[in-house]
């Protein structure tokens, strides 16, 4: 099991930043790589951002791009999203996600929720006008 605890979310105006985080306990953090996911009210859960195991690949959703970074420091345990440039669209409950990479430098890069095995509970952002 891995818990995942998502903190750093609120309330801010646009073109604002904030930084998420999400720290992981339980088995080896290293193992695994991250995700971080979106949800509005009466949308399905959005992929935004992935990373791998040693943080040298990222990825992220088109329009998250240029304005979101997502990184991690394996010796904290932790993930992060850097998000500049808010906008009111990124209001949402933000989520990391973490799933079961095999190799320390590779990719297993995946965008959809059922990818992967262990999730938080969410942060709100919400971005006002």
């Known amino acids: 099991q891995v818990q995942l605890v998502e903190s750093g979310g609120g309330l801010v105006q646009a073109g604002g930043s904030l930084r998420l985080s999400c720290a992981a306990a339980?088995?080896?953090?290293?193992?695994?790589?991250m995700g971080w996911f979106r949800q509005a009210p009466g949308n399905e859960r959005e992929f935004v951002a992935y990373i791998n195991r040693s943080g040298s690949i990222t990825f992220y959703a088109d329009n998250v791009k240029g304005r979101f970074t997502i990184s991690r420091d394996n010796a904290k345990n932790t993930v992060y999203l850097q998000m500049s440039s808010l906008k009111p669209e990124d209001t949402a409950v933000y989520y990391c996600?973490?799933?079961?990479?095999?190799?320390?430098?590779?990719?297993?890069?995946?965008?959809?929720?059922?990818?992967?095995?262990?999730w938080g509970r969410g942060t709100q952002v919400t971005v006002s006008s």
């Open positions: 996600a973490a799933r079961a990479q095999p190799s320390y430098y590779g990719s297993n890069y995946a965008n959809t929720p059922s990818a992967y095995d262990y």
């Open positions: 339980g088995r080896t953090f290293s193992n695994y790589a």
